[in-house]
């Protein structure tokens, strides 16, 4: 089975510009969710999508983050202006319906640094 | 949601047995215990999951005594490969909305 793909890699950007990562799922997951670590401490959830309803954004920054799910399929979130205190890793990850705690499958991040 | 409370770090040596302990004082009573083990360059993954008592896998155990306001991951003979970091979860089984904390930093060394 295919793992939760993310792209891209890495991203250096300068403070003020805009970014966007991009989050396909295990094929059939109807739970997508995006989480930012920063260096030393644990993965902090920023949004979580029902297929392609949002069921918590409740920790997104609204005035600079963004995210969709077309189609209940791929995410996109996008950073727009990005602020040094931006810089982390963003994950991504995917499960099934009842699976719950269990069930995170998670990309291997998208590493973002602005300078 | 429960909060949860782990060591900062430990360090192992190849061979031995690591037991790391969660505190979850406010765990409730549809609260299910989880563990996630995350290596470097990469996002965590699962490793094992329990309510009540003793859960055994292929890759570790899970003591959970009956009052449940605590748990300990137990990792048998460990190698240097286990050297990362591991959290501690704890919400409703079926729902996926616990929060990681920052988790135990497990260093094996040769």
């Known amino acids: 089975e295919a793992g939760v793909a993310q792209s891209p890699r890495y991203k250096i950007i300068e403070k003020r510009q805009s970014v966007a990562f991009w989050c396909n799922p295990i094929s059939g997951h109807a739970t997508l969710y995006w989480y930012q670590q920063i260096l030393g401490q644990g993965p902090k959830l920023l949004i979580q999508?029902?297929?392609?309803?949002?069921?918590?954004d409740s920790q997104l920054p609204k005035d600079r983050f963004s995210a969709e799910r077309l189609k209940g399929v791929d995410s996109t979130l996008k950073i727009q202006p990005a602020k040094l205190e931006d810089s982390a890793v963003y994950l991504c990850?995917?499960?099934?319906?009842?699976?719950?705690?269990?069930?995170?499958?998670f990309g291997s991040g998208t590493r973002l640094t602005v300078v | 949601l429960a909060k949860t409370t782990q060591p900062i770090s430990m360090d192992s040596y190849e061979g031995q047995e690591v037991n790391i302990t969660c505190s979850h004082n406010?765990?409730?009573?549809?609260?299910?215990i989880t563990w996630y083990q995350q290596f470097p360059s990469q996002g965590p993954r699962f490793i094992i999951q329990?309510?009540?008592t003793k859960v055994t896998n292929e890759v570790a155990s899970l003591f959970i005594p009956a009052d449940r306001k605590s748990s300990t991951l137990s990792l048998p003979r460990v190698s240097l490969s286990d050297t990362a970091v591991y959290y501690c979860l704890v919400g409703e089984g079926n729902a996926g909305k616990s929060t990681f904390g920052d988790g135990t930093t497990l260093t094996v060394k040769p």
């Open positions: 990850a995917s499960s099934s319906p009842g699976q719950g705690d269990r069930g995170y499958t």
């Open positions: 999508f029902q297929n392609n309803g949002v069921v918590d």
């Open positions: 329990g309510y009540k």
């Open positions: 406010n765990i409730a009573t549809n609260d299910y």
